[in-house]
T-cell receptor
Framework: QKEVEQNSGPLSVPEGAIASLNCTYSDRGSQSFFWYRQYSGKSPELIMF????GDKEDGRFTAQLNKASQYVSLLIRDSQPSDSATYLC???????????????FGQGTILTVHP | GAGVSQSPSNKVTEKGKDVELRCDPI?????LYWYRQSLGQGLEFLIYFQGNSAPDKSGLPSDRFSAERTGGSVSTLTIQRTQQEDSAVYLC???????????FGPGTRLLVL
């Protein structure tokens, strides 16, 4: 089982729709969770981070975390063609964990928003 | 302020040559990370620094890879006797402290012929 798994996609949604990106993780010691966006040929760009169970909203983006289910998701409302990119889920474990410090990334989900 | 910078942006080298990749973190960030992204592969952790120390270098693929950080700032990743499988984008990130949000540089695209 991979440490961080994402629905591989590609995911295609029409402009204006909600895009839902999902991520599961295996280490129950995971503490902080990040969503990065990566355009083709570019480096990852932070969208959001979340530490606590529940929802966190920032503009059109909502991150949802459920530690009991080891699940984190990203919702993009009113999707735009400019949202078309690869979305990376990343996880960091708590201090004291053997892999503390480094981010463990999923393989990414390719999102295409078509006009 | 300025983000993470990396140089060179692109590097083409011949198999067997040594290469040095440089990372300049965001000013004031004490933690610095190196990752590698190969075509079709996810982001793979290599090593991170807290100040000038490297608490976790578990991701370095072989002893041909080494990294150092001096003055709590600039870091250099060195690959000796490069192999074709070393071809990848090498990404550097920095954060205020270990475990905090990481911000990535533009990467160095390495091609080993």
């Amino acid at each position: 089982q991979k440490e961080v798994e994402q629905n591989s996609g590609p995911l295609s949604v029409p402009e204006g729709a909600i895009a839902s990106l999902n991520c599961t993780y295996s280490d129950r010691g995971s503490q902080s969770f990040f969503w990065y966006r990566q355009y083709s040929g570019k480096s990852p760009e932070l969208i959001m981070f979340i530490y606590s169970n529940g929802d966190k909203e920032d503009g059109r983006f909502t991150a949802q975390l459920n530690k009991a289910s080891q699940y984190v998701s990203l919702l993009i409302r009113d999707s735009q063609p400019s949202d078309s990119a690869t979305y990376l889920c990343a996880v960091n474990v708590a201090p004291g964990g053997t892999s503390y410090g480094k981010l463990t990334f999923g393989q990414g989900t390719i999102l295409t928003v078509h006009p | 302020g300025a983000g993470v910078s990396q140089s060179p942006s692109n590097k083409v080298t011949e198999k067997g040559k040594d290469v040095e990749l440089r990372c300049d973190p965001i000013s004031g960030h004490t933690a610095l990370y190196w990752y590698r992204q190969s075509l079709g592969q996810g982001l793979e952790f290599l090593i991170y620094f807290q100040g000038n120390s490297a608490p976790d270098k578990s991701g370095l693929p072989s002893d041909r890879f080494s990294a150092e950080r001096t003055g709590g700032s600039v870091s250099t990743l060195t690959i000796q006797r490069t192999q074709q499988e070393d071809s990848a984008v090498y990404l550097c990130a920095s954060s205020v402290g270990v475990g905090e949000t990481q911000y990535f540089g533009p990467g160095t695209r390495l091609l080993v012929l």
